[in-house]
């Protein structure tokens, strides 16, 4: 039969380990696919690299918009990354009547909804396996494996390098500062690990998971996001006492009045499955009215898993190539007339548990006024450590986990908490979920 | 839109979860499918009871083949079981042109040669996500989301009554008679757990998934079964002090000269994520060349996480129903006319790190007698435990676990143990796996 072209879209890490993986598993692909899928045109800056790589046997050109403008080509595989000149190329290819496979988180985070529209105008399929969870087929699990179920809510450790920085923290009491560099040095965190340690590449993730669950527009706009540079290994310690992990999760859950959308360090009891998840594995839990939690483990990010979920879509684009339009998966799990206009919620009014540490003169009468200000609003306590001062300080730290409460209620406790006199300092609050499926 | 009408034979657990799910979720899952689906003929040997479930809202019968016959049926479910009358239903279905959802593992491991031939020829699809692991979309996983890869093994808790039992044995130091009853008690385990605690449902559903990873025929028959009646808590115990748990696991592995396939008790490493699946939760790991290792957890039996699979099989075949036979998903992930003929390899030529315990006289030399038949047959000692005898007891144990080694070397070395005058019975042997990513 007739092979699938593909045009490849920058050859570093991703694109080399999709070369890679097509080249070595190429009997195995076509058996699956029914006809070769191959890669007859490389875009690459580095030219005389891509040449070297694919062994002078494709098409390679320093110019990604010859590729997309190829009528020989199929598929384009887009592993540029970026917002701007990816997002010219992924709608010009998609204009010229192209399948395009991506691995852009940041890229359908932000223009997801005017590129999923012209792709369904000109009724071809956008797939983006590889853009969360790098070979985990977690957006394959939650549009197709998932459908008989109302979605409760997806809770994820969907970011490597976080992953490895709070295991190290934990492991070994080191600093964030310090876990950071390790990171760096083993090539597990980037020279600007912004976007990683900020929260901010989780969040993008998040917010793909969160419209293929629900059925409601890419918001990432509304994600709330919170990384993990302000943690101390004290806090990590504290929570162990309490019988938590500390992990950056990405969040999205449904509530009568709305969705939340949300990244931030939270407390999950130890002995939950993903509590356990640890270094730079990625790991996500579905929460569906029918099937309860499932969970889906595995590498998030590297050149072969991450080519596995880019392959594995170009598997399903043959498969489908010739489907009815309107027959298809739909891009975001339900079909594009069929998107809720329910809202995300702000921050002010999610629900979640809390983790307090305050620092306090170590007087009689203190605890008395702290809890009578978390009684005002509303906010019941489920647990408390307080750490007596070591000999000669006036200080203690006394940490308390709340039960389930409106973050806005938490907030305004810590503002009064923090005027007392007796307080020092800020108060640090964590959140803490359960994901009891 | 024309909704698409389902026949339903058997609405007990699983027909009436698939029922009571379908109604709830009927706005979500029609938003999801693009036109609604809906039970229009129910089959079930219990009429009164299946009219007073559906509300007499759909045409009821006793007679199964009148909904197989019933020219406005698309899509049957057989939810009946058992290889007799489910296997005439489901190709009298095929013959006359409808698709078949399937929680049938049985029919399928035995008979699913005939039934993939007879849908390939007629050009219709047989789902079969429910048949292993409940509600966790493992099929859909090993067939469409790890294509990319040549998938080197899977192992499996694919049977919550038997990890209910071995949990209870853990955590409580039951016997596994004790362990048993208990699960009986709680509706864990059949009134006849045979099937379950013998390893036969866990060897069809590995057969299922050994077929979907290498591309090799349906073929039960060549399956090795282990359950785990003979297991002891000591066993249970010293596994625990060498840092292992005790899983019923199916396997099948890739080797160089065919591929293993098999259910038996295995030793895993605690610090597994799998190691800490407990109670009825079913968990699944697959091990891909690009991927590594990648797992899958969640409720695998139950009314609503089946019916989570049958329904996603339903949307599934909505999705594809128009799509040209020849591009859809292949039934075992490769094409049909593309399956490999390797061999499953016999049991004896299987590789794996072995348990052993054995009861010896406690006197000199006996250690030395044991070391040197395993030196003689190639075996390798990777750890020991010798459990020095009670007072007054002039018998010890001994624990031992070895390297990998091909099994029949082991059985050769069990047959000369047994025959030394100081070994006092039969030697435990249980195999262990790394199952390493």
């Known amino acids: ?58 098409k390679v050109t320093g110019d990604a918009f010859e590729v997309v403008r190829d009528p020989s080509i199929d598929i384009v595989v887009e592993l540029i990354g970026g917002y701007t000149v990816a997002k010219q190329l992924v709608l010009e290819a998609i204009a010229n009547g192209k399948h395009v496979v991506t691995a852009n988180k940041a890229l359908l985070a932000v223009h997801g909804q ?85 929260g901010v590449d989780a969040a993008h993730k998040i917010t793909l998971l969160s419209a293929l669950a629900f059925g409601i527009p890419v918001q990432f706009d509304r994600a709330h996001i919170e990384g993990i540079t302000k943690l101390t290994a004290e806090d990590i310690r504290y929570a162990e006492e309490l019988g938590y992990r500390i992990k950056l999760l990405g969040i999205t859950k449904r509530k009568a009045d709305g969705f939340e959308l949300r990244v931030h360090p939270t407390l999950i009891p130890s002995k939950r499955l993903i509590a356990n998840v640890e270094g730079v594995m990625n790991a996500v839990v579905v929460k569906g009215d029918a099937v309860g939690a499932t969970l889906y483990y595995g590498r998030g990010a590297g050149a072969e898993p991450t080519a596995s979920a880019v392959i ?19 891009h975001l799990a339900f079909r594009a007339d069929q998107l809720s206009d329910t809202p995300i919620l702000p921050i002010s009014e999610v629900e979640s548990a809390y983790y307090l540490r305050l620092r306090v003169q170590d007087r009689p009468g203190v605890l008395a006024d702290i809890t ?52 020092v300092g800020a108060v640090t609050r964590l959140r803490l979920e359960e994901l009891n499926g």
Chains 1, 2 share one sequence.
Do not use: C
């Open 1 to 58: 039969m007739k092979p699938i072209n593909v045009g490849l879209l920058g050859i570093g890490t991703v694109g080399g380990g999709t070369w890679t993986v097509l080249t070595r598993n190429q009997e195995e692909i076509t058996r699956r696919a029914g006809r070769p899928i191959q890669i007859t045109a490389v875009a690459d800056r580095d030219t005389e690299r891509a040449t070297s790589l694919t062994g002078g046997s494709v």
């Open 114 to 198: 005017e590129i999923f529209a012209a792709a369904q105008a000109k009724g071809v399929m956008v797939a983006f396996e590889a853009a969360v969870a790098g070979g985990i087929p977690i957006i394959k699990a939650v549009r197709e494996g998932l459908t008989a179920n109302r979605i409760d809510w997806i809770a994820g450790i969907i970011n490597g390098t976080t992953n490895y920085i709070l295991s190290e923290m934990r492991d070994k009491g080191l600093t964030f500062a310090d876990a950071l560099a390790d990171a760096q040095r083993l090539g597990y965190a980037e020279a600007d690990p912004t976007f990683d340690i900020e």
């Open 312 to 330: 594995a879509d170009l598997v399903d684009v043959t498969r489908l190539h010739t489907a009815d339009p309107e027959h298809r998966v739909p």
């Open 372 to 423: 009578r200000i978390l009684a005002d609003q509303g906010i019941s306590i489920d647990a408390m450590l307080q750490k007596e001062p070591s000999e000669g300080e006036q200080q203690a730290n006394i940490i308390m986990l709340t039960h389930v409460t409106r973050e806005k209620q938490v907030d305004a406790a810590i503002v009064r908490i923090e005027g007392l006199d007796s307080t």
